[in-house]
């Protein structure tokens, strides 16, 4: 079943590769022919349209008028509201007289690296006979 399945799918792509071919030469053929001049199209006949009917005039509506509210009740008046407390004076207590601490001014230098590698020792190879 499998083998049938890779059949047909090869004899797929070679049909269509063949096709492709022949497509490819009928596009060849065409751009090398020589233009054929294009067939020129008859006038077509003017038609007169009848005039536009004219617009009627509508009548104007007439609205009835809108009608009145009626008066809204007023709200009672409210008593005044009572007088805010005083608020108490604060004060703050004094800051201390510790002196702040100091920013250092110079950057610490950085240890050298060395830029050699130290060799290490092997062992010597063994004597050939």
Same mark, same amino acid.
């Given at each position: 079943?499998?083998?049938?399945?890779?059949?047909?799918?090869?004899?797929?792509?070679?049909?269509?590769?063949?096709?492709?071919?022949?497509?490819?030469?009928?596009?060849?053929?065409?751009?090398?022919?020589?233009?054929?001049?294009?067939?020129?199209?008859?006038?077509?006949?003017?038609?007169?349209?009848?005039?536009?009917?004219?617009? =009627?005039?509508?009548?104007?509506?007439?609205?009835?008028?809108?009608?009145?509210?009626?008066?809204?009740?007023?709200?009672?008046?409210?008593?005044?509201?009572? =007088?805010?407390?005083?608020?108490?004076?604060?004060?703050?207590? =004094?800051?201390?007289?510790?002196?702040?601490?100091?920013?250092?001014?110079?950057? =610490?230098?950085?240890?050298?690296?060395?830029?050699?590698?130290?060799?290490?020792?092997?062992?010597?190879?063994?004597?050939?006979?």
């Amino acid at each position: 079943m499998a083998a049938f399945k890779y059949c047909f799918l090869l004899s797929i792509i070679i049909a269509s590769s063949l096709e492709s071919f022949e497509m490819s030469m009928a596009a060849r053929h065409l751009l090398q022919a020589p233009a054929a001049p294009l067939p020129t199209l008859p006038s077509m006949p003017k038609v007169a349209l009848p005039p536009m009917p004219s617009i =009627p005039t509508l009548p104007q509506a007439t609205l009835p008028p809108l009608p009145t509210l009626p008066n809204q009740p007023t709200l009672p008046k409210l008593p005044p509201l009572p =007088p805010m407390p005083a608020v108490p004076k604060v004060t703050l207590p =004094p800051l201390p007289s510790n002196p702040l601490p100091t920013i250092p001014t110079t950057i =610490p230098s950085i240890p050298n690296i060395p830029s050699t590698i130290p060799t290490i020792p092997f062992p010597s190879p063994p004597p050939s006979n």
